[in-house]
């Protein structure tokens, strides 16, 4: 089955600073989405990117969608404290039985 | 503020014993999924149904693994008998599916930690 992988697996950056985080998936999406993950929590949905859309924008977050490389890249800037968690990318399959397929998570510490 | 909730958040319990964890999901979705999350292994899908009905439980080892509905607003997994190598985070997400695919976003609970000793 189809997964995400995210790379760099760990960041760790100053606040203030930007943070990009990258993940490459095997098949054919309908959508991507970002979820982020703050220790001892459940995954929280950040954005969803389809499969037609090239980039999208989320308050801080920016995301982007290469088709044709099978990858997306998680740009947050500004980044602060509250930042620090574990980001995973998840793929929607494009046929449909709403499963998603997620990477291994990407964690990211920012210092104050 | 509608949010999955699972019980209990953690559970300690000894090689051999039932354990049963429980998850509500928000009200009018109609996907639940099981997670199962560790280190080596990330999030696994163990099981997943829509409208009640079990679509894929084959992430589930079936010998000891059970997943139920039995009714919208409860979902079970069960482990028995349960062993050490089933410590995890065990996550219940829930959905709405709508015939447009490209909103299938998933709603996590808090998750239960279990600690097979």
């Known amino acids: 089955s189809q997964q995400g992988e995210e790379d760099p697996q760990a960041l760790s950056i100053q606040e203030g600073e930007n943070a990009t985080m990258n993940c490459s998936y095997k098949t054919s999406i309908n959508n991507l989405q970002w979820y982020r993950q703050n220790s001892g929590r459940g995954l929280v949905h950040l954005i969803l990117?389809?499969?037609?859309?090239r980039e999208k924008h989320s308050g801080r977050l920016r995301v982007t969608l290469d088709t044709s490389k099978k990858s997306s890249s998680l740009l947050i800037t500004a980044s602060r404290a509250a930042d620090t968690a574990s980001y995973f990318c998840?793929?929607?399959?494009?046929?449909?039985?709403?499963?998603?397929?997620f990477g291994k998570g990407n964690q990211v510490v920012v210092i104050p | 503020d509608a949010r999955v909730t699972q019980t209990p958040r953690h559970k300690v319990t000894e090689m051999g014993q039932e354990v049963t964890m429980r998850c509500q999901p928000i009200l009018g979705h109609n996907t639940v999924f099981w997670y199962r999350q560790t280190m080596m292994q990330g999030l696994e899908l163990l099981a997943y149904?829509?409208?009640?009905?079990?679509?894929?439980d084959s992430g589930m080892p079936k010998d000891r693994f059970s997943a139920e509905m039995p009714d919208a607003t409860l979902a079970t997994l069960k482990i028995q008998p349960s062993e050490p190598r089933d410590s995890a985070v065990y996550f219940c997400?829930?959905?709405?599916?709508?015939?447009?695919?490209?909103?299938?976003?998933?709603?996590f609970g808090a998750g239960t930690r279990l600690s097979v000793l």
């Open positions: 149904f829509r409208n009640r009905a079990p679509l894929d």
């Open positions: 990117i389809r499969s037609n859309e």
């Open positions: 998840a793929t929607a399959p494009i046929w449909g039985n709403n499963r998603l397929a």
């Open positions: 997400a829930s959905g709405l599916v709508r015939a447009d695919l490209a909103k299938n976003i998933q709603y």
